[in-house]
């Protein structure tokens, strides 16, 4: 077997393979006799078909199948022979099969980058700390509350934080535009629901009354049609309802799930769940923030059959969460373009991890994979039967400790970098360190 390799651009490898006939000729020839011992014929007993009428009538696809065989073992054969890291399976294009000469094929695959770490000592890292103080524990119980209030109807004027229900219709230069009509549609005021102004005008109104208001669209707004254009809108108040927050009692603590029903126990049982959320959110935003830098402080080139792969598992979890698992919809009609970024993203932090793991002979410290299994497992039932049940899954195990390689990674990036402490409010260091984009006011019903 003759190889010769050419690098075509970046990470890019052009390699040509040349099989020696004689193999081809001696697999092909073997084959042939094994059919002809097995094969049945009409004419001819079992294992009597002579091989001159095998090779007449197989024989086209007997060659096909070895030369498929042969493309297979002397291509991962030639990769190791060049000392090549194929990144993704190699794209083969056979240049010459002829019976009785040499058999020659091309493989244009891409290699995994060779990565050289930077030091990374000189790297500044703000890990933020928080602390939940009671303003913090009595605000997310108002939250609580609300998520579980009720409304009444009142005979008032509306205000922020009421309930409207409505007809309305929009009209842009005298004209009804799509999407700008609803029937019974409930609105918070103060929700930020609506476009900017839109819900202020209905600041007043009372149920029963008819009136219209005028606002004017972003100009970032997601029907191109209506950037920036003024608007009036008619609108038909039917009711006006305010929000009923529920007591503090037994009947309330019942819906968590208490073995004790006080407000000393549900407070406890709050700011645990808080405790828990502040820990991990911390955890994840230090991890993004070292991960960051890693990739700033190593430029390496990242095959795009990773990325391509990666974009891939993207859609079919973006189907998944959108669509449920049996949802029928294609995720390859998701364009590319909104996975490209995060995939990349991805890809690299993934090589970066590996090679930083190699590089200092990291391995999956057993005690801090039993402390990840317990902190994940407290919040069941029965901890010890969700530990077992990881301890007994090779794949789900496997899962944990490539979590807990992850947080060693940091640990030993942390240890190098410059550590700034930095405190914030809970607030703060719960919400998102990068803020997806607000979705675009709609004024449709279904929205």
């Known amino acids: 077997m003759q190889v010769s390799v050419e690098t075509t651009s970046g990470l890019e490898r052009l390699m040509t393979v040349s099989v020696p006939a004689e193999r081809i000729d001696q697999d092909v020839n073997k084959r042939i006799q094994q059919t002809a011992r097995t094969v049945r014929l009409d004419g001819f007993r079992p294992g009597k078909v002579p091989v001159k009428v095998v090779k007449q009538r197989y024989g086209k696809g007997i060659r096909e199948e070895v030369l498929g065989q042969v493309v297979q073992e002397t291509f991962y054969a030639a990769v190791q022979q060049e000392k090549l890291n194929p990144a993704g399976g190699p794209s083969i294009d056979v ?3 002829v019976e009785g000469e040499d058999f020659e094929y091309t493989a244009t695959f891409e290699v995994y980058p060779e990565i050289a770490l930077s030091d990374f000592s000189a790297v500044s890292i703000e890990k933020k700390t928080a602390e939940i103080v009671d303003a913090d524990l009595d605000k997310m119980i108002d939250t609580l509350r609300k998520q579980q209030a009720s409304w009444a109807e009142v005979e008032r004027a509306a205000a922020s934080g009421d309930r409207v229900k ?3 219709e929009g009209f842009v230069d005298g004209e009804a535009f799509e999407g700008g009509k609803a029937e019974d549609f409930d609105l918070v005021l103060g929700s930020g629901q609506m476009i900017p102004g839109f819900e202020d005008a209905l600041e007043g109104v009372t149920a029963g009354t008819e009136t219209e208001i005028n606002v004017t669209f972003p100009e970032q707004y997601q029907s191109e049609q209506l950037q920036g254009k003024p608007a009036t809108f008619k609108i038909v108040v ?26 000393e126990a549900f407070r406890a049982e709050v700011r645990n769940n808080m405790e828990r959320e502040l820990k991990q959110a911390l955890k994840m935003k230090l991890k993004d923030q070292v991960f960051s830098k890693l990739i700033e402080a190593n430029s390496i080139d990242v095959p795009a059959s990773l990325i391509d792969g990666e974009i ?3 859609r079919r979890q973006a189907v998944e969460q959108f669509g449920g698992k049996d949802s029928q919809m294609d995720p390859n009609s998701l364009p590319k373009e909104l996975f490209t970024a995060q995939a990349e993203r991805r890809v690299s932090i993934g090589l970066l991890l590996q ?10 410290e057993d005690s801090r994979v039993r402390e990840t299994l317990e902190e994940m497992a407290e919040t069941y039932q029965d901890p010890q039967q969700v530990i077992d049940w990881y301890m007994s ?3 789900m195990l496997n899962q944990i400790k490539g979590l807990v390689l992850e947080d060693q990674v940091v640990d030993l990036l942390l240890g190098q970098a410059q550590v700034t402490d930095v405190t914030v409010s809970y607030e703060d260091a719960i919400k998102p360190e990068q803020p997806a984009a607000p979705a675009q006011e709609e004024t449709e019903a279904a929205e």
């Open 166 to 168: 409505m007809d309305f």
């Open 238 to 263: 039917k009711s006006v309802s305010e929000q009923q927050l529920p007591e503090l009692n037994d009947e309330f603590f019942g819906k968590f799930g208490l073995d004790e029903l006080t407000e």
């Open 393 to 395: 899954n090779e794949q």
């Open 312 to 314: 891939d598992v993207q």
């Open 355 to 364: 090679e930083v793991i190699k590089a200092n002979s990291l391995e999956a």
């Open 95 to 97: 240049k010459k099969e």
